[in-house]
């Protein structure tokens, strides 16, 4: 049986501790650097009083230091609770108190004083004043390792209680079907945010392989594509809008992407004129993956040789693709019965890597599981095996009766020559309860009119899936995973309705 992450690195500062581990910046940690720096902080904390089953939170966009917070707390048996650097003080008040956090660790630039804090520069110094010896805690597989909290995009955000036994599920057992990364001499760029699954999975998942990331704390689309050839990139997550950014960087098109062999994608859904515009560019194998944080990361992957744009399989880039290797999946209907192949139903998942539950909500935890199933809350169906994905349930646009997915939508919105970036939601109609509306953002130089926009659609797909009407804005609002806050941009439509139709 395989190790958990914590004993990964315990074994790689071992056997190979002057390798690099993490390339950041600011300076480089090779494994003994990492063990010894993890090692320290769970010293420090127990100094505090923090013990097994403590959060401890953690406010940074450096994911060097939070992967060193996360293994140092599991090596004392407390538990790194990540927090959205992009929320306002409430927000993260909210966040700090629901987890009952004993201290934080919190960047300069994130001012933060509700609980006592380490902000990032004086961390070292701080942690640096302890023994370095490890305190050999052995961790449960059913303990809690990590605690990431859901975006919070419907309300409020719930403590996603993640074990070991989820952690070596998706970093260190099957992964590599996802992310394709083997670990040395492979180089992973991570440029996602440490509170999101994807950010600091990835940052474990390298770890647990004994192979070296190269971490920015924000993503800058230019200096991405130029770190793949100045630090000979091999692998990375992206999701669909970092792609998107890439490419619109002057000379993409030209840059060394000779290192690269994959790139794996996924957490929002891609438009097909992208994700082909990508493969032409980027020259390497592609995967999409899904996912989510209840799930500890990706279930799905649809590998490369499913990604053929001009050949019998151009069908299949529509989909997540299929289970991996101890993933089980259903799509059910309202009443939990089985759909039929191509029938649209919400997708389950049952698999290892389903959370423990959510943090002291045992209502939400017994809403979210059937039967050992985890419900997803996303629509989709099955097809030959392969999973389509459509939407967030609650994202459904209902209009005269018919269930409209507006992601399918999208991805016409986007073959549009002039749309650069695009999102369709459900606005209030007297008629039909909900009509198709479409948010537009033009590329630059390029000039559309409504009538445009739906006569092309018009010609694509059915109808009654078509907008309506269409507004042309500045940006479409988008967390920062790429996902589109649809809640966001519904709100001016529905404000003063006592009834949300969706």
């Known amino acids: 049986m395989s190790a958990t992450v914590v004993e990964s690195l315990r074994r790689h500062a071992r056997e190979r501790g002057a390798d690099l581990a993490y390339w950041t910046p600011a300076r480089t940690w090779s494994f003994a650097q990492l063990n010894e720096a993890s090692n320290r902080i769970a ?108 975006s919070g995009t419907t309300g409020l955000p719930k403590g996603v209680e993640l074990s070991h036994r989820n952690l070596k599920a998706s970093m260190v057992d099957v992964t590599p079907l996802a992310i394709a990364y083997q670990g040395p001499p492979d180089v992973m760029l991570n440029a996602l945010p440490t509170y999101h699954i994807a950010g600091v999975g990835v940052g474990l998942l390298t770890a647990s392989k004994g192979g070296m990331s190269v971490l920015y704390p924000d993503f800058d689309p230019a200096k991405v594509v130029a770190a793949i050839a100045e630090h000979r990139i091999t692998h990375s997550f992206l999701v669909p809008a970092m792609i998107q950014f890439m490419l619109q960087v002057p000379g993409a098109d030209r840059a060394d992407y000779s290192s690269l062999k994959c790139i794996s994608y996924g957490a929002s859904p891609i438009s097909e004129n992208v994700l082909v515009e990508a493969m032409r560019t980027f020259k390497c194998q592609f995967v999409q993956v899904y996912g989510l944080t209840e799930t500890t990361g990706a279930v799905t992957y649809l590998p490369p040789e499913d990604h053929d744009p001009e050949g019998p399989k151009k069908d299949l880039l529509r989909s997540a693709g299929k289970p991996m290797d101890g993933v089980e999946l259903r799509v059910a ?54 999973l389509f994905l459509h939407d967030r349930i609650k994202d459904m646009i209902l209009s005269g009766g018919e269930n409209i997915y507006p992601a399918e939508v999208e991805n016409v919105l986007m073959q549009h020559p002039a749309v650069a970036d695009g999102a369709v939601i459900g606005v209030p109609d007297e008629r039909w309860g909900e009509s198709v509306k479409a948010c537009v953002v033009l590329k630059a130089g390029r000039q559309a009119v409504e009538a445009d926009i739906i006569g092309f659609m018009r010609e694509r797909i059915a109808h009654y899936k078509c907008p309506r009407s269409v507004d042309f804005v500045d940006a479409i609002p988008r967390n920062p995973t790429g996902k589109i806050l649809k809640r966001v941009l519904r709100e001016p439509y529905w404000r003063g309705h006592t009834r949300r139709v969706n």
């Open 43 to 150: 010293q420090g904390l127990a100094s505090l009083g923090v013990g097994a089953g403590d959060r401890v939170a953690c406010l940074t966009k450096f994911t060097a230091d939070c992967v060193a917070l996360v293994i140092g707390a599991n090596k004392i048996g407390a538990v790194c609770m990540p927090v959205n650097w992009r929320l306002a003080p409430p927000e993260i008040d909210y966040i700090v108190d629901n987890g009952k956090a004993k201290l934080m660790m919190a960047d300069a630039a994130f001012p933060y004083g509700k609980i006592q804090t380490f902000k990032t520069e004086e961390f070292p110094s701080w942690y640096g004043k302890f023994d370095a010896k490890d305190p050999g805690h052995q961790p449960s597989l059913d303990d809690t390792a990590l605690q990431l909290y859901s």
């Open 333 to 386: 209907d309202a009443a939990g019965r089985a759909c039929a192949d191509g029938e649209v139903g919400e997708v389950w998942i049952r698999t290892a890597q389903n959370m423990k539950g959510y943090w002291a909500n045992s209502a939400a935890t017994a809403e979210a599981f059937s039967e050992g199933w985890f419900r997803s809350g996303d629509a989709g169906y099955l097809k030959g095996g392969y």
